[in-house]
């Protein structure tokens, strides 16, 4: 037993990449346009019994959304399988004429013995290195998951510079305003209401629940809230927890108007057009190196606390860059043991939401758990410009092969249970 060759998913805000970084397999999100989706299978397709409807559905995964757009994409047990994957849909047409009529394109990147293409006399490429988001500090296996891989792409030769993300919270409360624009009610009708809302409701004075439980079913609760409510809960969080992030996507998270959604996806279109100009164009980057998550695999039920961990994720739909995951490495007990700098969120840097940052980093009940995380693997995202999808695919196949034998590949499995 070794998992089937080849799987294929939706993704819109991570759900390509947080299962692959959580299971140790290789995944790729391409950007809208390279791949239809038609007849995928989205979530919402619970609430129609018709065939022909669901199939209708099945067009945009979520209908009618079109802010951030949700894209198909392949996981599998290697950077080859995902290729062979793209090779064979890229460019195929549907019946909602789309994707763009583009096949896969073959990139050959720079070899090694051209040096002198750039800046930098042994430069073969230039990898940007993101390891703080500001937005929530990275776990240390997370951190060290970016550190291992531009460790070994320095020793080939690839230059790596550290960079910071432009406003990085921004997208995710982008990403909130829109997905909750209509209070939810897409979104959530295959579940029905979301029953961590009634305890959130009473963290905020009913009861004697922790405020700081109540973080981060923001979806959710958000738009249950009446404006006052809402407005009050929130500047309570920036005012007394000093959280002015959870407290902006509480904020984000409510119904709207047609002129608050317009000037949202204008915002988000925005966004997208100035990191292209902060990061692609200023830097001359080929590719990034981020972290899919600041947590590897969380503990069962505690995602209904955490979900803003989707932000290094959702800034890649918000921006649609094409963008890969890699398996990098595994806990290890001895290297990624919290310490002082992720206790105490006044020692180090890149530092974010305090509330979420205490869920997972302190006290006795901490989320993150290096002990009980050991040997759970941790992926990295290789992130692209827009229309580089084969780009992207190229550059897996670098870091890949840079980082060498670790455990993860075909025959995995197989060899871990001999």
């Known amino acids: 037993m070794d998992g089937s060759a080849l799987g ?51 067009i945009d995964c979520i209908p009618g959304f079109e802010a951030v757009r949700t894209v198909c994409g392949p996981m599998g047990r290697s950077v080859e399988d995902l290729e062979l994957a793209c090779r064979v849909v890229f460019g195929l047409s549907s019946q909602n004429y789309g994707p763009a009529p583009l096949p896969f394109r ?51 030769g690839h230059e ?10 921004k997208p995710m409360e982008l990403f909130l305003a829109l997905i909750s624009s209509d209070g939810n009610k897409t979104l959530f009708a295959p579940i029905g209401p979301d029953p961590q809302v009634r305890p959130l409701l009473d963290a905020i004075g009913l009861t004697n629940k922790p405020l700081q439980q109540a973080e981060l079913a923001t979806v959710a609760l958000g ?4 404006g006052w409510l809402r407005s009050f809960a929130a500047w309570f969080i920036e005012r007394s927890f000093d959280d002015r992030i959870c407290a902006n996507l509480l904020r984000a998270s409510r119904k709207k108007s047609v002129d608050d959604f317009w000037r949202i996806c204008s915002e988000a279109k925005e966004y997208a057009r100035m990191f292209n100009q902060e990061v692609w ?11 899919v998550q600041a947590m590897p695999a969380l503990p069962h039920e505690s995602v209904a606390y955490v979900g803003s961990l989707s932000c290094p994720t959702v800034l890649y739909n918000i921006v649609d860059s094409p963008v890969g ?87 995995c499995w197989s060899s871990q249970k001999q």
């Open 160 to 169: 790596c510079i550290e960079f910071t993300v432009p406003e990085p919270s």
């Open 8 to 58: 294929w998913g939706t993704d819109v805000g991570g759900s390509l990449r947080i299962p692959a970084s959580y299971c140790g397999i290789y995944s790729f999100k391409p950007g809208n346009g390279r791949v239809g989706t038609m007849g995928a299978v989205g979530m919402l397709f619970l609430v129609f019994k018709n065939l022909d409807e669901r199939l209708i559905l099945g």
């Open 325 to 411: 995951t890699i398996p990098v490495t595994r806990v290890d007990p001895v290297l990624d043991s919290l310490t002082e700098e992720w206790s105490n969120p006044k020692v180090g840097t890149g530092h974010g939401s305090p509330l979420v940052e205490r869920l997972l980093y302190r006290g006795e009940g901490a989320m993150y758990n290096a002990q009980k995380m050991a040997g759970l693997p941790v992926g990295v995202q290789v992130v692209g410009k827009k229309w580089e999808e084969e780009k992207v695919i190229e550059m897996m196949k670098v870091v890949d092969r840079v980082l060498g034998q670790r455990g993860f590949g075909p025959g």
């Open 106 to 156: 073959a990139h050959e990147l720079p070899e090694r013995l051209k040096f002198g293409y750039y800046t930098s006399e042994d430069v073969l490429l230039i990898i940007a290195i993101w390891i703080p988001d500001n937005f929530i500090k990275p776990s240390p296996v997370c951190q060290r998951a970016v550190l291992q891989t531009v460790e070994a792409l320095r020793r080939e």
């Open 223 to 226: 738009p249950k809230l009446y």
């Open 281 to 291: 164009e200023k830097h001359q980057f080929d590719g990034i190196i981020a972290p």
